[in-house]
DNA sequence: TGGGAGTCTGCAATCCTTTGCAGGAGGTTG
DNA sequence: CAACCTCCTGCAAAGGATTGCAGACTCCCA
């Protein structure tokens, strides 16, 4: 069997109570006891049981995390951020993941919501109904979304959009596309209202063409309505969908960047490893997840912090080979 | 504050014993009283406390889940299947990454195992030695590894490399190329015994190039190894590699497969985006993750299995236009 | 010398479920 | 009618840690 706070307390001749005082408040107990203690406590390999701790402090050590679709590689490196920076702090990290679907969340939130002590929900898809039921019953952290009185860190798209349509026109570009996202997602109509705000004043064409699912596939099959949009630029919602235009671009023999400029999102791995490779918006998907995860551990410190917290971090524009001077007007 | 058990016994007129029963083993307690108990829980919401459960099961209703590098594609996919089989079954998922260092893996397995019933290890790159300390402790099944008397769940890459080089084979080609991955990885050493067993008797070379780290920066490296080992073909550790070489090769105009077919495993997303798409060895993924998660949930139900239970499963190659007849000799 | 302050330590209650054991009710059998 | 069985329910004891409260001890000062 493994060794209880009992076992220590035997062997090193104190009671249970100064045991767990020595590992968990120090302060409270007479130096030499708690080196004594402590190096027991090491020796006999113990190690607190969770569950009983949990029982009585009401806390679990956990951290629930929440995305839409870990086949998105953006996903993948903000769980990376997450997880890092929970351990850091002794937590774990339960993850779970919503195929896009917003009933699956709302079920996966209550099955999640009494094992953890707060919950970091990436993306959500969910109506802001129901996006509000469960933050009253669980401290939870918004990513990529904003609601009012709920605490949320979020990308700067507006800034981004604004560095994105800043390189396009200085291309010579004056009429632009935008291939949307799913309409459920809080980034997708930010962008775009970024890019309303970016364009209009500028004297730019905005066309948006149609919700696409924020796939590969979504990419493909928006192509050809990008195409008869008679845009010169594009800007998707994220590279995937990027990435699908460039392959479905490249198939109809559509020179990238000379007939079209395409820009994408996120800055995954694989916009680098394309040719041409992809312009796209960084975000900074890993520092998203460790900032979620610190304001979460804030939160959970300062019982109440008299209303939401927020934070937010920036995005970059990273030019590579999928854009270029705008094409002479036929 | 939640309801606990004593609350619905209370609302219900019958002890708390009843009320437990009533959930758990249905059987023992009337049809009548069982029915009433369940409205009533219903009612006031009552979720048991996974922690008070926990400490007397000793159970915790948890699976840890440890990969070695979140960041490629590979495992976010196995990642889903243990998560999608472990829902089922009421478990959740801890997730951890390690990096690919063997270090961080023994400490997360440590610092995991006593918060979990079971941990499911993907492609572990620890050595027999830590890895047996460990598998001591917890129970453990590995995914992509084998060790005696360890549960484990495999790819039968023998049987897989077996068709790529049939496929290579029948287009003519004499020597063929490897590409290793890291030394530490299992996978790595079986695919390098199945490529012998493969080539020896069919008369082809086999040209082994250096360990290079299982990403894209990895298989740019090797390129122009692979160039000056003056094979017709090669086979790389993973699609990551493969991308790499297939984007090295473009840059210097090596011709794929005209000067050179390629080979990938695993048949991650991007592989089918690429172009040349890239012919590959298609692994089973995610079902690599629920039969790992069925096993460990069985092998939880039987005390103990008398000995080592083992799982194979299949993969297949996917033939795309990074192959092609070889090129005549000069 | 007495009293007060300060520092540690131990007792015992508590968190919420599960479960072995025993007992009551009702029915069946010899 | 007694003995016994079955079926259901409640009592009470875990399970391991935390923590309010009170006691013990030391030390200092009046």
């Given at each position: 069997?493994?060794?209880?706070?009992?076992?220590?307390a035997r062997a090193a001749g104190v009671s249970p109570s100064t045991v767990s005082r020595s590992l968990s408040v120090p302060d409270l107990v007479n130096a030499e006891t708690r080196l004594?203690?402590?190096?027991?406590?090491?020796?006999?390999?113990?190690?607190?049981?969770?569950a009983a701790r949990g029982l009585i402090t009401g806390r679990t050590g956990n951290i629930g995390l929440i995305v839409t679709d870990l086949s998105n590689p953006f996903f993948p490196e903000?769980?990376?951020?997450?997880?890092?920076?929970?351990?850091?702090?002794?937590?774990?990290?339960?993850?779970?993941?919503?195929?896009?679907?917003?009933?699956?969340?709302?079920?996966?939130?209550?099955?999640?919501?009494?094992?953890?002590?707060?919950?970091?929900?990436?993306?959500?898809?969910?109506?802001?109904?129901?996006?509000?039921?469960?933050?009253?019953?669980?401290?939870?952290?918004?990513?990529?979304?904003?609601?009012?009185?709920?605490?949320?860190?979020?990308?700067?798209?507006?800034?981004?959009?604004?560095?994105?349509?800043?390189?396009?026109?200085a291309l010579g570009h004056h009429r632009v596309g935008y291939v949307a996202g799913p309409r459920t997602s809080w980034s997708n109509r930010e962008r775009l209202r970024g890019l309303r705000?970016?364009?209009?004043?500028?004297?730019?064409?905005?066309?948006?063409?149609?919700?696409?699912?924020?796939?590969?596939?979504?990419?493909?099959?928006?192509?050809?309505?990008?195409?008869?949009?008679?845009?010169?630029?594009?800007?998707?919602?994220?590279?995937?969908?990027?990435?699908?235009?460039?392959?479905?671009?490249?198939?109809?023999?559509?020179?990238?960047?000379?007939?079209?400029?395409?820009?994408?999102?996120?800055?995954?791995?694989?916009?680098?490893?394309?040719?041409?490779?992809?312009?796209?918006?960084?975000?900074?998907?890993?520092?998203?997840?460790?900032?979620?995860?610190?304001?979460?551990?804030?939160?959970?410190?300062?019982?109440?912090?008299?209303?939401?917290?927020?934070?937010?971090?920036?995005?970059?524009?990273?030019?590579?080979?999928?854009?270029?001077?705008?094409?002479?007007?036929?």
């Amino acid at each position: 069997m493994v060794a209880t706070i009992y076992d220590v307390a035997r062997a090193a001749g104190v009671s249970p109570s100064t045991v767990s005082r020595s590992l968990s408040v120090p302060d409270l107990v007479n130096a030499e006891t708690r080196l004594r203690v402590q190096q027991i406590a090491a020796e006999l390999g113990y190690r607190p049981n969770r569950a009983a701790r949990g029982l009585i402090t009401g806390r679990t050590g956990n951290i629930g995390l929440i995305v839409t679709d870990l086949s998105n590689p953006f996903f993948p490196e903000v769980v990376k951020g997450v997880q890092g920076r929970a351990r850091e702090s002794d937590y774990s990290v339960l993850l779970a993941d919503t195929g896009e679907d917003p009933t699956v969340e709302v079920g996966l939130i209550r099955a999640l919501c009494k094992q953890v002590d707060g919950i970091v929900l990436c993306s959500s898809r969910m109506s802001e109904t129901d996006l509000r039921g469960v933050t009253g019953d669980t401290l939870t952290v918004l990513l990529n979304r904003r609601v009012s009185k709920v605490p949320a860190v979020t990308i700067d798209n507006a800034d981004g959009i604004r560095q994105a349509v800043a390189h396009l026109q200085a291309l010579g570009h004056h009429r632009v596309g935008y291939v949307a996202g799913p309409r459920t997602s809080w980034s997708n109509r930010e962008r775009l209202r970024g890019l309303r705000a970016a364009t209009t004043p500028a004297g730019l064409d905005l066309v948006e063409v149609g919700a696409v699912a924020p796939t590969f596939a979504g990419g493909v099959a928006a192509a050809d309505l990008v195409l008869s949009a008679g845009v010169t630029a594009v800007i998707a919602y994220n590279d995937l969908i990027a990435l699908g235009l460039l392959n479905r671009f490249r198939a109809k023999n559509v020179s990238v960047p000379g007939d079209i400029s395409v820009i994408g999102v996120d800055d995954i791995m694989f916009s680098e490893m394309v040719s041409p490779s992809l312009t796209t918006l960084a975000q900074p998907k890993e520092q998203l997840g460790r900032v979620g995860v610190d304001l979460l551990l804030q939160l959970l410190q300062d019982a109440d912090p008299s209303g939401a917290a927020r934070r937010t971090v920036t995005s970059q524009l990273v030019i590579r080979s999928s854009t270029g001077t705008a094409p002479p007007a036929r």
